[in-house]
């Protein structure tokens, strides 16, 4: 019987000696990985390489060593990126995009501006929507703040506050003052 060779795969094999070496030229990784028993093409080097830098994973050898992991990923291991910049936010509000972008780079998690300013923007809009439900009180059925007025007409409304003022014992319904 034949034997069966098990089948590697080159880009992976690219990748892992990019991410230790990053500043190797394509030819040296293709005789790194001859030493290894690996076949590359010098061409395939550079695709990877542009492949790796497209998606945003050019790893720098410092980096890689003073990253900690990502805190939150997805189900099939994506880091979950507004989860990320949320984190980064609870702990300094203020922060500017630029800076979160930034301090998440340290920690090897790639966000754009973009994606922090509209994490900003929906903590703004829940932070609005919180105030507004805890200052009138009441929350509909419908998760809408209300002011928690059920009268439904401002006839309905004078009503209540003839009601309320006869209750009270300030109405007079004469309209002349009232003495004690």
């Known amino acids: 019987?034949?034997?069966?060779?098990?089948?590697?795969?080159?880009?992976?094999?690219?990748?892992?000696?990019?991410?230790?070496?990053p500043n190797l030229s394509a030819s040296e990784?293709?005789?790194?990985?001859?030493?290894?028993?690996?076949?590359?093409?010098?061409?395939?080097?550079?695709?990877?390489?542009?492949?790796?830098?497209?998606?945003?994973?050019?790893?720098v050898a410092e980096e890689v060593a003073n990253t900690a992991p990502a805190a939150t990923t997805t189900a099939?291991?994506?880091?979950?990126?507004?989860?990320?910049?949320?984190?980064v936010l609870a702990a300094n509000p203020k922060m500017n995009?630029?800076?979160v972008v930034e301090e998440l780079a340290k920690k090897g998690v790639t966000v754009s501006t973009?994606?922090?300013?509209?994490?900003?923007?929906?903590?703004?809009k829940r932070k609005q929507k919180r105030k507004a439900a805890s200052t009138n009180g009441h929350i509909a059925a419908n998760g809408h703040a209300t002011n928690g007025?059920?009268?439904?007409?401002?006839?309905q409304l004078v009503l209540k506050v003839k009601d309320l003022a006869t209750e009270l014992g300030g109405w007079n319904p004469s309209g002349a003052p009232?003495?004690?």
Request: proline share 2%; hydrophobic share 40%; net charge positive.
């Open 178 to 180: 009232k003495i004690s």
């Open 114 to 124: 973009a994606s922090v300013y509209n994490v900003k923007s929906t903590l703004s």
């Open 29 to 59: 990784v293709v005789e790194k990985l001859a030493k290894n028993g690996i076949t590359v093409t010098v061409p395939l080097v550079y695709k990877v390489k542009k492949m790796m830098k497209k998606a945003g994973r050019e790893v």
């Open 97 to 99: 995009a630029k800076t």
């Open 149 to 155: 007025a059920t009268l439904r007409s401002p006839i």
């Open 76 to 87: 099939n291991g994506d880091v979950n990126q507004s989860e990320e910049i949320r984190t």
């Open 1 to 21: 019987m034949a034997s069966k060779t098990k089948e590697v795969n080159r880009s992976a094999e690219i990748r892992a000696v990019l991410s230790k070496s």
